[in-house]
């Protein structure tokens, strides 16, 4: 069976796939605070064009998928699709970013979804205030619950920290005493430009270095070995039941092992978080592709997988990086 494999020996076994564009907060460094334009819902892939979608690549040896948005649980019967992608024999595991705000009533069905491993919440503050001045939307109540019935069910917890400088960097010694107690892992991630048209400007740059020091000037870290694909490095503290992770998004230094395609809600096909999209999926698939073709489409757009994220940013065709993530899957 042929394999997805760029031409950099790199085998691609995972893919991130937004399903929705939709989102119910308005992170400032996501958005701007009117939103951003909609896609039509006749333009997002329906939910069985995302099982095929998947399926064919699990063919080409895909065994992860991370499902994100905008945010997964506004689109109606997500749970569904869960279930339905759990059918999928060829696929090991599912993995769920959300922001937390609705995910609470369906904790129960998804503990059941044996191939759903891994919750990502997006948290950025432990402060109500500075939580809704980020999100400008007032649930931290609701997230901050959803952090607790998640450390305490089966599923393994990840809270996703974007550092904002001069926002919320006071407050990552304060994420780093939650894994204490808490069987956690929090991961500070570089902010990006990925903003909607870039509405908030980046005045500092909080890269993994500088976060790195921040959390020694008060804790003794040790390093833990990682999946050579992954997008963290990982830390632990001595008598912490957590750990503690971070993702040089920004400074690009994990593109080299990178094993990772996305596909966003309107069913372009990206090799890189920073490209500018290479191919529209849906439009092929609803223009009667069969699963033969697919699978060759996917061969050789891997194929034109970028060596790293600067030279995807360089390629770009439709300028610089203005896009919200919430259009991209986060």
């Known amino acids: 069976m042929n394999k997805l494999k760029d031409n950099f020996g ?3 076994n995972y893919v991130r796939f937004a399903v929705t564009d939709r989102c119910n907060l308005r992170c400032q460094y996501c958005m701007p605070a009117h939103g951003i334009d909609l896609a039509p819902r006749q333009e997002l892939l329906t939910f069985k064009e995302m099982y095929r979608i998947i399926r064919v690549l699990t063919e080409l040896g895909v065994k992860k ?4 948005g905008g945010e997964p649980f ?3 019967d997500f749970v569904g699709f869960l279930e339905m992608l759990s059918d999928n024999d060829l696929l090991d595991v599912i993995n769920i970013t959300t922001n937390g705000a609705l995910i609470s009533p369906h904790i129960a069905s998804i503990e059941k979804l044996e191939k759903v491993k891994n919750i990502n919440l997006s948290i950025d503050s432990l402060q109500r205030d500075k939580f809704t001045k980020i999100t400008r939307r007032d649930v931290f109540p609701e997230v901050y619950n959803t952090l607790e019935l998640l450390e305490k069910s089966s599923l393994h917890l990840k809270l996703n920290v974007v550092v904002q400088a001069g926002v919320n960097t006071d407050e990552i010694l304060d994420f780093v005493r939650l894994t204490k107690d808490k069987n956690v892992a929090v991961r500070f991630i570089e902010e990006m430009p990925f903003n909607g048209k870039g509405q908030r400007k ?3 740059n909080w890269t993994f270095k500088k976060i790195l020091n921040e959390i020694k000037s008060e804790f003794k870290v040790s390093e833990v070995n990682s999946e050579p694909s992954s997008t963290s490095r990982n830390y632990k503290i001595e008598k912490h039941t957590g750990t503690i992770g971070i993702i040089p998004a920004f400074t690009r230094t994990i593109c080299s092992d990178c094993n990772r395609i996305r596909v966003t809600s309107k069913g372009t096909f990206k090799n890189c978080l920073f490209d500018d999209g290479v191919f529209n999926l849906r439009d092929f698939i609803r223009n009667g592709a069969s699963n033969e073709a697919l ?3 996917f061969l050789s757009l891997v194929k034109r997988k970028p060596e790293n994220g600067f030279v995807a940013e360089a390629n770009r065709t439709k300028g610089n990086v203005t896009e919200s993530m919430s259009t991209i899957g986060g």
Do not use: S
């Open 202 to 204: 980046m005045t500092e």
């Open 74 to 76: 506004v689109r109606k």
């Open 295 to 297: 699978k060759n489409l």
């Open 10 to 12: 790199r085998q691609i």
């Open 65 to 68: 998928v991370r499902l994100t």
